[in-house]
């Protein structure tokens, strides 16, 4: 191993989760093939190559490993993983772990640019990546990347397609001989996955992950969500690589012994069509995705088969959208409050619309074999008292080992004794209920006066004629900022910005949080991790500026 991972967890308490059996105190590998022996044909993967099984699936990540250790990947070492959502994801993320290895998946869409900043500091030995990818050459640009990349020595390139010069072709490996392969065994509290995350610092953010907190405290979510402790069948609307995707290989698979049903590339036509087809139990997802999967059945009166539960988070879930799915669902929507940083909190199967509240978001009852949850004064991190405002920290079995290459990061975002700052701003109620009302760092700042983007735009998605909105800062000369409100319509007719201030009077938001910029637009943004893009929206209302339109005009543009 070379960059150093350490655990900022008291080591007595990991101990203590594993012989109360919190955590299973098994490597990753070692849980996915006690399942596979279990039960031998189980389908383990649906994806647009149709079914693979468990053992099927584990023959591959066996050969994958042979010859992944014959490249000299060892145990400890970090690989990155670009790569979309289909069993070659699964297969890298299996043969990693069965190598003791250290996973350091990114999606598919993020540039050479960000590629080069994660591996670098990661000090990543290789990364996999697809030959070509909806017209991105991912393999060739990380190939070109490797002159400034001292650790890296392999890029391994996925077909179809012919591997660049200089890589290693992805089909030679899997035609390794896996008769001799002997897994390694790695310390469950040991790393085995880096999650990024952009969150509010200039590089992404990467986190690693034992095994115990992936198989432990991420499965400990999933296990709350399976009423009947039935083998799950999910369909992830978010890319694998990404910290909700987390929740895919190690826990559906390794945990669970699921299905994990998978879609290339999202769109609500596919997303919809993997529904019907293959009657998940589970669907997860950001709201963004779910509001466009209803867009397409607007008026069609289609009942889709039920799943247990639409498990949303990523972004907040307003009312209007967690109805609507439940009745075209037919099930439970599940509010999911959670980060890469180390936390979780959802609403559970209790009611099948998650509650509100006017303060802010409900994000359910902290789940100790998860997650404990405090809130703590932001300067002195001392508890608060129940009813008061405060930083959400977090602590618990899902915690993560540390910030990757980031020293900088462990003293901002955790305290002494191991527990992760979120940054988000809550407060538990007498039923010890988690309600989280905005962000410390997202706050647009109007000449002096603090507006909360997350306030604002829960009020707005109230009114009928939004579909979805974001709301983010603008640079303004006078005012130092504006708030501008980038609107997805309802139908037909865009409302003005007039429109929506008359509504949020009317909802008792004071005159000084009303958005003064408006940008309509066809569907919101998302990143390559699934998540609406907010600088995305920013460039675009700048660009809006820079077109010659007066800083102090209402900007609307048709997107």
Same mark, same amino acid.
């Given at each position: 191993?070379?960059?150093? $991972?350490?655990?900022?967890?008291?080591?007595? +308490? =990991?101990?203590?989760?594993?012989?109360?059996?919190?955590?299973?105190?098994?490597?990753?590998?070692?849980?996915?093939?006690?399942?596979?022996?279990?039960?031998?044909?189980?389908?383990?993967?649906?994806?647009?190559?149709?079914?693979?099984?468990?053992?099927?699936?584990?023959? @591959?990540?066996?050969? $994958?490993?042979?010859?992944?250790?014959?490249?000299?990947?060892?145990?400890?070492?970090?690989?990155?993983?670009?790569?979309?959502?289909?069993?070659?994801?699964?297969? %890298?993320?299996?043969?990693?772990?069965?190598?003791?290895?250290?996973?350091?998946?990114?999606?598919?869409?993020?540039?050479?640019?960000?590629?080069? &900043?994660?591996?670098?500091?990661?000090?990543?030995?290789?990364?996999?990546?697809?030959?070509?990818?909806?017209?991105?050459?991912? %393999?060739?640009?990380?190939?070109?990347?490797?002159?400034?990349?001292?650790?890296?020595?392999?890029?391994?390139?996925?077909?179809?397609?012919?591997?660049?010069?200089?890589?290693?072709?992805?089909?030679?490996?899997?035609?390794?001989?896996?008769?001799?392969?002997?897994?390694?065994?790695?310390?469950?509290?040991?790393?085995?996955?880096?999650?990024?995350?952009?969150?509010?610092?200039?590089?992404?953010?990467?986190? %690693?992950? &034992?095994?115990?907190?992936?198989?432990?405290?991420?499965?400990?979510?999933?296990?709350?969500?399976?009423?009947?402790?039935?083998?799950?069948?999910?369909?992830?609307?978010?890319?694998? %690589?990404?910290?909700?995707?987390?929740?895919?290989?190690?826990?559906?698979?390794?945990?669970?012994?699921?299905?994990?049903?998978?879609?290339?590339?999202?769109?609500?036509?596919?997303? +919809?069509?993997?529904?019907?087809?293959?009657?998940?139990?589970?669907?997860?997802?950001?709201?963004?995705?779910?509001?466009?999967?209803?867009?397409?059945?607007?008026?069609?009166?289609?009942?889709?088969?039920?799943?247990?539960?639409?498990? $949303?988070?990523?972004?907040?879930?307003?009312?209007?959208?967690?109805?609507?799915?439940?009745?075209?669902?037919?099930?439970?929507?599940?509010?999911?409050?959670?980060?890469?940083?180390?936390?979780?909190?959802?609403?559970?199967?209790?009611?099948?619309?998650?509650?509100? &509240?006017?303060?802010?978001?409900?994000?359910?009852?902290?789940?100790?074999?998860?997650?404990?949850?405090?809130?703590?004064?932001?300067?002195?991190?001392?508890?608060?008292?129940?009813?008061?405002?405060?930083?959400?920290?977090?602590?618990?079995?899902?915690?993560?080992?540390?910030?990757?290459?980031?020293?900088?990061?462990?003293?901002?975002?955790?305290?002494?004794?191991?527990?992760? =700052?979120?940054?988000?701003?809550?407060?538990?109620?007498?039923?010890?209920?988690?309600?989280?009302?905005?962000?410390?760092?997202?706050?647009?700042?109007?000449?002096?006066?603090?507006?909360?983007?997350?306030?604002?735009?829960?009020?707005?998605?109230?009114?009928?004629?939004?579909?979805?909105?974001?709301?983010?800062?603008?640079?303004?000369?006078?005012?130092?900022?504006?708030?501008?409100?980038?609107?997805?319509?309802?139908?037909?007719?865009?409302?003005?910005?007039?429109?929506?201030?008359?509504? +949020?009077?009317?909802?008792?938001?004071?005159?000084? @949080?009303?958005?003064?910029? +408006?940008?309509?637009?066809?569907?919101?943004?998302?990143?390559?991790?699934?998540?609406?893009?907010?600088?995305?929206?920013?460039?675009?209302?700048?660009?809006?500026?820079?077109?010659?339109?007066?800083?102090?005009?209402?900007?609307?543009?048709?997107?």
């Amino acid at each position: 191993m070379t960059v150093a $991972l350490n655990d900022l967890l008291p080591a007595e +308490l =990991r101990r203590s989760w594993v012989v109360d059996g919190t955590c299973p105190g098994l490597d990753l590998y070692s849980l996915f093939r006690a399942r596979q022996i279990a039960d031998l044909h189980r389908t383990a993967v649906l994806d647009a190559k149709g079914k693979l099984c468990y053992t099927a699936l584990d023959r @591959k990540v066996r050969c $994958l490993a042979t010859g992944l250790r014959d490249l000299g990947i060892r145990e400890g070492d970090v690989v990155g993983v670009q790569l979309p959502n289909n069993r070659n994801a699964v297969i %890298a993320d299996l043969a990693l772990a069965a190598l003791g290895a250290v996973a350091l998946p990114f999606p598919v869409g993020r540039g050479p640019k960000e590629a080069e &900043s994660l591996l670098g500091r990661a000090e990543a030995v290789a990364v996999i990546a697809p030959v070509d990818h909806r017209g991105s050459s991912h %393999a060739a640009d990380l190939l070109a990347l490797s002159p400034r990349l001292p650790f890296l020595r392999d890029v391994v390139a996925v077909g179809p397609g012919t591997a660049p010069e200089g890589a290693v072709p992805w089909a030679d490996l899997l035609r390794s001989d896996p008769g001799g392969f002997v897994p390694a065994r790695p310390d469950p509290d040991s790393a085995v996955r880096i999650l990024v995350s952009s969150g509010s610092e200039a590089e992404p953010k990467m986190i %690693a992950y &034992s095994h115990n907190a992936l198989a432990g405290g991420r499965g400990n979510f999933l296990a709350s969500l399976v009423p009947d402790g039935r083998p799950p069948r999910c369909l992830f609307l978010v890319p694998l %690589a990404s910290a909700f995707g987390s929740n895919g290989t190690a826990v559906t698979l390794a945990r669970h012994g699921g299905t994990l049903v998978l879609l290339d590339h999202f769109t609500p036509e596919a997303a +919809l069509a993997a529904v019907r087809e293959h009657e998940p139990t589970h669907v997860l997802g950001v709201p963004t995705a779910v509001r466009m999967m209803l867009e397409r059945l607007d008026g069609a009166g289609e009942r889709l088969p039920s799943p247990t539960a639409l498990v $949303l988070g990523g972004a907040p879930l307003d009312e209007i959208t967690a109805r609507a799915a439940a009745e075209v669902f037919g099930c439970p929507v599940v509010n999911l409050y959670g980060s890469a940083d180390g936390v979780n909190c959802h609403t559970g199967l209790g009611s099948t619309v998650p509650p509100t &509240s006017a303060s802010g978001i409900v994000a359910g009852r902290p789940d100790p074999r998860v997650a404990e949850i405090r809130i703590a004064a932001p300067v002195t991190h001392e508890p608060l008292p129940d009813g008061e405002i405060g930083e959400i920290v977090s602590r618990g079995p899902m915690t993560p080992l540390c910030y990757v290459g980031a020293p900088d990061l462990d003293a901002r975002y955790r305290t002494p004794d191991g527990w992760v =700052r979120t940054g988000d701003l809550g407060r538990l109620d007498a039923d010890g209920v988690l309600h989280v009302v905005g962000r410390l760092k997202d706050i647009v700042i109007r000449g002096g006066a603090n507006i909360s983007p997350a306030e604002v735009e829960r009020e707005l998605r109230s009114h009928p004629q939004v579909r979805d909105v974001l709301c983010v800062g603008v640079p303004d000369p006078l005012m130092g900022e504006r708030l501008a409100a980038c609107v997805v319509a309802r139908g037909p007719q865009a409302p003005t910005l007039d429109v929506l201030g008359d509504h +949020l009077t009317a909802r008792g938001l004071e005159r000084r @949080k009303h958005p003064e910029r +408006l940008l309509v637009v066809g569907e919101l943004p998302l990143t390559p991790a699934g998540k609406p893009d907010r600088a995305a929206l920013r460039e675009r209302l700048a660009g809006s500026s820079r077109a010659g339109v007066p800083e102090d005009a209402p900007l609307t543009q048709a997107g």
